[in-house]
């Protein structure tokens, strides 16, 4: 059978007509390649995505994150659809919103309260504020490369930012605790908050997990200066730790921000913080029409539950190891050299020879064409839905992507 996307370019030319880009942000096709990828789904099932051309993928995006237990989740759903029958968006809040804060304190390591939101940027925005409100200060570390959203403070997007709205952010290199301590000491009483992914994992790039001692490091030096520690963990929270990812790496943040996979696709989000910051917390002023919806609060208690039940963590790690071990060994046998980076969980594959990511959007291509969605310029997610029957069938379809890759660049 031929692959085909006709309905998918059908519906794009009409979107481009009526959307600015036809499709943007992370969606957009500039960032998988092309003309070889698919625009529009159908549906999507378990590990599964079915395009608007019938065909069908084994999906290592997991839609960039959320999707940690398998699309369509029963149980989930269940528990979305029974509370929005009660009412979606009404004038009070639910006791659903304490339940939910109250389950987020009781698991996550720093957790002592709790803010909803709807989407990640909204955490990291209302962390920075909070960072200021405590410490009376100006400036907030990020690192180079990282993400944190679409915000002028910290967009990666320079078109329509102003230098005004970087004057209080400083950028230094993910992980290098020198860089940190230099940049403390020269803006002395002005740093009112690092930010900080757990571990790099920036788009284009392989992944960079830290180093022993760079967490505590991190740790030393915020408490010597009352700098607000923030743990941006929107993309890898739930899938290395339920306890945090910082738990996961040992340390404890004062502020940590979480998205994705909270609740398996719905969109809620949460800022969760010690004790020491809430007052704080009590002074900025965070609200949004739809952040007090319960039914995804609802869906985010179920899918804890459900992750908590099936131990998610050890699951995912132990399918992104079957997949990463096999791409290994695969790219090893047809002579080509790759770099695998990043948690199991949430692996990057790289090619070692290239920097212009023209193997991997080859290899991706190859993939896709027969039922296996990477990106190429982005890491890639392990679901609890991922089975080791999807693992083999991907092994299968990586050792052609592979050979193709070989044919054309020869390494
Ligand atoms: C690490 C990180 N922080 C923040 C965000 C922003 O989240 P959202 O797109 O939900 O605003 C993302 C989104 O990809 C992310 O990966």
Not at 308 to 320: A, L
Request: net charge neutral.
């Amino acid at each position: 059978m031929t692959y085909k996307l006709d309905k998918s370019m059908e519906i794009f030319a009409r979107a481009a007509k009526v959307i600015p880009q036809g499709i943007y942000g992370h969606l957009t096709p500039v960032i998988t390649v092309p003309g070889s990828y698919p625009y529009f789904v159908e549906k999507a099932k378990g590990s599964h995505l079915w395009d608007v051309d019938g065909n069908e993928y084994i999906d290592y995006m997991c839609a960039y994150g959320p999707m940690i237990l398998g699309y369509a989740n029963d149980k989930v759903d269940e528990a979305f659809m029974k509370q929005a029958k009660k009412g979606t968006c009404v004038t009070i809040a639910s006791p659903l919103m304490v339940e939910l804060a109250e389950r987020l304190v009781e698991i996550n390591d720093c957790a002592d309260w709790a803010i909803f939101a709807k989407n990640g940027a909204d955490t990291t925005s209302m962390a920075v504020l909070l960072a200021r409100a405590y410490t009376r200060r100006k400036k907030i570390v990020l690192a180079d490369g990282g993400y944190h959203g679409t915000q002028p403070w910290c967009t990666s997007n320079m078109v329509g930012v102003t230098p005004e709205d970087r004057k209080n952010v400083i950028f230094i290199p993910w992980g290098d605790l020198g860089a940190f301590r230099r940049v403390v000491e020269e803006n002395k009483n002005d740093i009112a908050g690092v930010m900080f992914t757990p571990y790099h994992h920036p788009t284009f790039a392989d992944q960079v997990l830290p180093e022993p001692g760079f967490w505590n490091g991190m740790r030393e030096v915020c408490n010597k200066n009352d700098i607000v520690l923030i743990i941006d963990d929107v993309r890898a929270g739930w899938r290395l730790d339920l306890k945090g990812s910082a738990h996961y790496f040992g340390f404890k943040p004062d502020l940590a921000c979480y998205c994705k996979a909270i609740a398996n696709g719905y969109s809620i989000s949460a800022l969760v913080g010690t004790e020491k910051m809430k007052i704080a917390a009590s002074k900025i002023f965070a609200t949004g029409s739809y952040w007090f919806n319960s039914p995804e609060m609802a869906a985010a208690l179920a899918c804890i539950d459900e992750m908590e039940k099936i131990d998610v963590p050890s699951v995912v790690r132990e399918r992104g190891l079957s997949l990463t071990n096999g791409l290994k060994e695969l790219a090893d046998s047809n002579g080509l050299k790759v770099t695998i980076s990043g948690p199991p969980a949430i692996p990057f594959m790289t090619f070692s020879n290239e920097d212009n990511f023209m193997r991997s959007q080859l290899f991706c291509a190859e993939c896709a064409k027969r039922g296996v969605f990477f990106n190429p310029h982005h890491n890639w997610f392990i679901s609890a839905a991922h089975t080791e029957e999807d693992i083999k069938k991907t092994l299968d379809v990586a050792d052609k992507a592979f050979k193709e890759v070989k044919k054309q660049f020869g390494d």
